[in-house]
Structures are given as structure tokens and as C-alpha cells.
């Protein structure tokens, strides 16, 4: 079945624990995002990836690392997590930017206390 | 800077009727407009994709329009059902390299 997966779907840590979700797609495609949603500020670019090795700073960046050495996975990283980055992320891919729609990803709900 | 609206907020209807959903959109330099639904904590699924070149695109109960010129986007949704009710988001993309803008949302309720 063609998906995009994240993992894990639920995390709650503390202030400071470096923590990272994982973000795969088994389509082939090149372009990966990933998104947070918070109430009243809806969803928001945080990075995406144009393909290997070509990622680029979205809405929100602060506070998050990307890396895209496989065309597959997309690990979104927070080297030092802070309570203002709870929130429900998605992970999104496409398979060519501008034609292509998105797929999304069921989201990980993350809690940092 | 777009800035994408959907009109109303929330909306509750009795089964079987038939309903609009609207988007407006600021920057009519668009590339493609995409609806999406999303179930309560659950993650985004993909109804309907327009290419600025089309007007419209559907698929079984739901039929979405685009105009640029105007600048709006609506999602018509023919004999709602129990199992319509979400959140329908309408996001937009500028090109290549370009991140999707999305609209608040419409929370809709279908009544039985």
C-alpha cells in the first residue's frame, strides 16, 4: 500500500532529551515536507526536501534538524525539545513538485514537559 | 504573503443535504489547490487536487471548483452522510520549492 509512515504516533519527553521522528514513504517520491498543527495557527512548514541531500528551511524552522540521505525517509530531529514544540506533526510527500498533490502522513502527537 | 480563508468555520447539517464549502484565497498565482479531510487527531487525506489550468475536478459525491480570478475554491459535497463529518481543509501551492498554505478549516457535523 502506498503511504507515507511515521513513527512514533504518540511521545511525550521532557525539556532537553534530544528525540527523533521518522518519516518514510514507499513511493518513490522526491519531495518530503514535514508540517506542525496547532490550534488557532493551523499547519505550518517546519523543512522539506526537493530530493537527496537538498533540504530548505520552511515557516518555522527553529528549533529542528532534517537530514535526506535516502529518497525514502525524512527524520525530523529536535536536538533539545521544548515545551513550545508540543504539537501534532506530519510528515508529507509528493512526487515532483509543482504537479503532483501531497500525501500525508497519520502525524505524531509530541508532548514535551 | 497568501492568505487562504474557508468560510464558515463550522457547519452542522441533517443527513442528505447537499453543501458548499468555500476557500478564498489573496494571491491568484497559484500552481495546483488541493482538498484534504481530516478525522479528530487523525492525519490528512487527500479528496481532490486542481491544477490551475482546470476549472474542476470530481470524484463520487464530491466536486471541487476553482477560480483564480476570483480567487476562491469551493467543495460541493451532494447528499451528505453521517460518516462526511471532519475537517476539510483546502491548501494551496505556489510551485516548485513552494510549501503548501493552508485555510483554518471547516469542521463539519452531519446529523443523522
Known amino acids: 500500500e502506498a503511504q507515507v509512515t511515521q513513527n512514533p504516533r504518540y511521545l511525550i519527553t521532557v525539556t532537553g532529551k534530544k528525540l527523533t521522528v521518522t518519516c518514510s514513504q514507499n513511493?518513490?517520491?522526491?519531495?518530503m515536507s514535514w508540517y506542525r498543527q496547532d490550534p488557532g495557527l493551523g499547519l505550518r512548514q517546519i523543512y522539506y526536501?526537493?530530493?537527496?541531500?537538498?533540504?530548505d528551511k520552511g515557516d518555522v524552522p527553529e528549533g529542528y534538524k532534517v537530514s535526506r540521505k535516502e529518497k525514502r525517509n525524512f527524520p525530523l530531529i529536535l536536538e533539545s525539545p521544548s515545551p513550545n514544540q508540543t504539537s501534532l506533526y506530519f510528515c508529507?510527500?509528493?512526487?515532483?513538485?509543482?504537479?503532483?498533490?501531497?500525501?500525508f502522513g497519520s502525524g505524531t502527537r509530541l508532548t514535551v514537559v | 504573503k497568501q492568505e487562504v480563508t474557508q468560510i464558515p468555520a463550522a457547519l452542522s447539517v441533517p443527513e442528505g443535504e447537499n453543501l458548499v464549502l468555500n476557500c478564498s484565497f489573496t494571491?491568484?498565482?497559484?500552481?495546483?489547490l488541493q482538498w484534504f479531510r481530516q478525522d479528530p487527531g487523525k492525519g490528512l487525506t487527500s479528496l481532490l487536487l486542481i491544477q490551475s489550468s482546470q476549472r474542476e475536478q470530481t470524484s463520487g459525491r464530491l466536486n471541487a471548483s476553482l477560480d483564480k480570478s476570483s480567487g476562491r475554491s469551493t467543495l460541493y459535497i451532494a447528499a451528505s452522510q453521517p460518516g462526511d463529518s471532519a475537517t476539510y481543509l483546502c491548501a494551496l501551492s505556489r510551485g516548485a520549492g513552494n510549501m503548501l498554505t493552508f485555510g483554518g478549516g471547516t469542521r463539519l457535523m452531519v446529523k443523522p
Open positions: 526536501s526537493m530530493n537527496v541531500e537538498v533540504t
Open positions: 513511493m518513490n517520491h522526491e519531495y
Open positions: 494571491d491568484s498565482a497559484i500552481y495546483n
Open positions: 508529507a510527500s509528493s512526487l515532483r513538485q509543482p504537479d503532483y498533490g501531497y500525501t
